[in-house]
């Protein structure tokens, strides 16, 4: 699961909207989708096609395009295996990036240690 920014930020907005529906299936306008995208994210409307395809390419989900009446175009989005744990995943990676931390801070520690204790030694 290596996604890039507008991959993390466009699978959050559908996360939010379809995790909560029956069988991980939501009926959205592509204004829905941008509204939950923060604005400090550079993310335009040309933007939201190619990311879906991409996503839904590495399988988090599938969608199609349909069109309301009126002629406005709505995506029906059913999240898939890698979509419906996409948040567990995303806790797991925040987990191991903590972890990677904590044990460079103490092996740095413990290098700090050695050193002090063999320059009192030594010299």
Do not use: W
Not at 18 to 40: F, T, W
Not at 49 to 77: R, V, W
């Amino acid at each position: 699961m290596v996604l890039g920014k507008k991959e993390k930020v466009l699978m959050d907005a559908v996360y939010s909207l379809a995790s909560g529906q029956d069988g991980g299936r939501c009926l959205v306008e592509p204004v829905e989708l941008l509204a939950k995208i923060p604005y400090k994210v550079d993310f335009r409307e040309s933007d939201l096609e190619p990311t879906l395809n991409q996503l839904m390419l590495e399988n988090y989900f599938s969608y199609e395009k349909a069109k309301k009446l009126n002629g406005d175009t709505m995506f029906i989005i059913t999240l898939k295996d890698n979509g419906i744990s996409y948040l567990r995943d995303r806790q797991v990676s925040r987990r191991k990036l903590a972890i990677k931390i904590l044990i460079a801070i103490v092996v740095a520690a413990i290098s700090f240690s050695f050193k002090s204790i063999l320059n009192a030694i030594f010299g």
